[in-house]
């Protein structure tokens, strides 16, 4: 019997999707943009998640994700309600492999899984480029105050796998908010503006900062979810590297 599934972040959704699975998902976040969700309840954003409409649509497994900030709340509300919870925590692009064969296996599709992630692994090592140096690389997840991706990241291992590196692979943390002087110290080779929750992506305003930089804009569905979206942000900053 195929389980009755709900998601509460969109790089779960992308995962089910990937997996042939969205016809399973009952209830989603408002926010999660995955093909084949149309029939699925949709709960609020993904912080605010209508609890009672998510216990109505009877699901069999909800999947969560503390990849976005605040959900550990969300987390304890869902398991308040009795509900089977799976809840995901990738840092490292390992990590995010692992959650989708978790995924799959928790699914009951745990074939599917691994061969997406050997299919994943393939097209991102065919993306690999040889650098004299490798360019370093500043991903920025907001404009005001600035912050962007430092070194406990998924961004790091993905820059790596371009043949770049994190500027900020020395700075501690998942994300950290920085000063234009410490953007500056970190001697980046391209800015790439991916940020979070923001209805348009406005380069202009991180060119303003007179760092004479490329710019290169990369939606959050491409380097913030944990997710097999991440290749298309990767495609996206291999491309602009070839530019440099």
Same mark, same amino acid.
């Given at each position: 019997?195929?389980l ?13 999707a ?14 999660s943009? /995955?093909?084949?969700?149309?029939? =699925? #309840?949709? *709960?609020?954003? %993904? !912080?605010?998640?209508?609890?009672? +409409? @998510?216990? &109505?649509a009877r ?33 490292t ?9 978790a995924?799959?296996?928790? /699914?009951?599709?745990?074939?599917? =899984? #691994?061969? *997406?992630?050997? %299919? !994943?692994?393939?097209?991102?090592? +065919? @993306?690999? &480029? ?28 993905l820059?790596?796998a ?23 110290? =970190? #001697? ?25 930089v ?31």
């Amino acid at each position: 019997m195929s389980l009755r599934l709900a998601s509460l972040a969109s790089s779960n959704s992308d995962i089910l999707a990937a997996l042939g699975l969205a016809a399973q998902v009952v209830a989603a976040d408002s926010h999660s943009d /995955a093909p084949g969700l149309e029939g =699925a #309840r949709r *709960l609020g954003p %993904d !912080l605010n998640i209508d609890v009672p +409409a @998510l216990v &109505a649509a009877r699901p069999d497994l909800v999947l969560a994700s503390l990849s976005v900030p605040g959900m550990e709340r969300v987390v304890a509300e869902v398991r308040a309600a009795g509900l089977p919870t799976l809840v995901l925590d990738p840092v490292t692009l390992e990590d995010t492999w692992a959650d989708i064969r978790a995924i799959g296996d928790a /699914a009951g599709q745990p074939a599917r =899984a #691994r061969a *997406l992630v050997a %299919d !994943l692994r393939a097209e991102l090592a +065919a @993306l690999r &480029a040889d650098f004299a140096r490798p360019p370093r690389v500043l991903v920025e997840w907001w404009p005001r105050p600035i912050i962007a991706a430092t070194r406990e990241s998924w961004v790091t291992e993905l820059l790596g796998a371009l043949g770049a590196e994190n500027a900020l692979a020395e700075r501690p943390g998942r994300s950290s908010p920085l000063t234009l002087d410490e953007v500056r110290a =970190a #001697r980046p080779d391209l800015i790439v503006c991916s940020w979070c929750g923001a209805k348009k992506l406005r380069p202009e305003v991180i060119e303003a900062r007179g760092l004479g930089v490329p710019v290169v804009c990369v939606p959050e569905s491409g380097l913030g979810r944990p997710g097999p979206r991440l290749l298309e942000g990767a495609r996206a900053v291999a491309s602009a590297l070839a530019g440099l």
